[in-house]
């Protein structure tokens, strides 16, 4: 009897692990179905813009992250539009159509998307690049088999697609993932490198016969580092050349202008001073006319106002607290008598414009001369106060 209920409780337990295990399997596929998003993309042709529909697509996904990848083919609607289901996280996708009518591949393309979660639907554009494939062989001037030369393709979107590759034992390459449209093959294999143009066609296979006949410049890093130091010392001494240039040029530029500016200023204020003198010059002669005329009508009576302007004390004493400006000044003024003009004195002492009037200001001050301005002309004579007639 016990054995029995034994044997009864364990069929209980299987039964129950048993439904609980065909829950868990029939509630994952639900749980994915929730978390994963429907990547729906839109295939175009990148040389014109147009949709590609209607032929089947081979489909690569990878994982940025642990590089896990997986592959189907789907078959694109008439609309262009191809969907994929996708958890979140990132991944390169890689796209590529092979018409059946056909020999080779027709068109590839890839882009990384990021998938965040809870996000069902996931809308992006592909353009997909028209490709073609190319085989060759690589010889050299003697007509024989390169094995090893390195093959590079320049064609017209080479930036999107691994178009790099060396020749096997036979002297043979291969590459499947060509653009359509012209393409320069180069080969190089040690001291040589030759090129061959071709046109790839989408979706065919192409053939091509590359000859190394011409010597290449050394690629190795000693060389190509010193390249490298010579053409950045040639920019930095071009560049200091123009900065200095410019600098001395705009530091010149300003020193002659400047110095025109001087320039200028001393011919006009020469040319102003030359003008003045000129007319100083003729209200002088008109005064000395006059001054003439009426020398001859009272000669008698400037000869007794001559003794009666004798130095006096007065002015003696005046004179030694003078400068030696304006010391010259007095003497100068006392050759002429104790009356002439600014003219005169700047002529006979060679005192500047400048100086002398500050001097005439300073003797004024002190009472020992008065200035008078008749037009253009300064009257320069001595004071009645000086000349002890006060």
Aim: aromatic share 8%; glycine share 6%.
């Amino acid at each position: 009897m016990t054995m029995k209920k034994i044997g009864i409780v364990l069929a209980m337990l299987m039964v129950l692990i048993g439904a609980v295990a065909i829950f868990t399997l029939a509630a994952l596929p639900a749980v994915e179905a929730q978390k994963s998003t429907t990547l729906i993309m839109t295939l175009k042709d990148i040389s014109n813009n147009q949709i590609i529909q209607g032929v089947p697509a081979m489909v690569k996904v990878i994982d940025v992250k642990t590089g896990e990848s997986e592959t189907a083919t789907e078959t694109i609607d008439v609309s262009g539009i191809l969907k994929y289901q996708l958890l979140p996280g990132s991944w390169k996708v890689e796209v590529q159509i092979y018409d059946a009518q056909t020999e080779w591949l027709d068109y590839y393309g890839s882009r990384v998307v990021y998938i965040q979660e809870n996000e069902p639907l996931l809308e992006r554009t592909f353009y997909l690049i028209p490709i073609g494939a190319v085989e060759g062989l690589v010889m050299d001037e003697e007509d024989k088999l390169v094995a090893g030369a390195e093959i590079d393709f320049k064609c017209k979107f080479e930036e999107t697609l691994d178009t790099e590759s060396k020749t096997d034992s036979y002297g043979s390459f291969k590459s499947i993932l060509v653009p359509a449209g012209t393409c320069r093959i180069f080969a190089a294999a040690k001291d040589r490198v030759g090129m061959q143009e071709i046109n790839v066609e989408k979706g065919k296979l192409g053939n091509v016969t590359i000859r190394l006949t011409e010597e290449r410049f050394s690629n190795t890093p000693f060389t190509a580092m010193w390249a490298v130091i010579v053409i950045f010392i040639f920019i930095a001494f071009f560049v200091l050349f123009a900065v200095l240039r410019k600098h001395l040029h705009r530091e010149l530029k300003e020193k002659l202008k400047h110095e025109f500016k001087r320039l200028k200023g001393e011919k006009e204020e020469e040319k102003e001073d030359g003008k003045e003198e000129r007319e100083e010059g003729r209200e002088e002669k008109k005064h000395a006319e006059k001054e003439e005329k009426s020398e001859n009508e009272n000669s008698e009576e400037k000869k007794k106002e001559e003794k009666k302007e004798a130095l006096n004390p007065r002015a003696r004493d005046i004179i030694e607290t003078l400068n030696d400006r304006e010391k010259n000044v007095v003497q100068f003024t006392l050759k002429e008598k104790g009356e002439t003009t600014q003219a005169r004195i700047r002529n006979g002492t060679g005192i500047p414009k400048t100086s002398l009037v500050r001097c005439f200001q300073a003797l004024e001050a002190r009472k020992v001369i008065s200035v008078e301005k008749i037009g253009k002309m300064k009257k320069i004579r001595f004071t009645d106060w000086f000349m002890g007639k006060e």
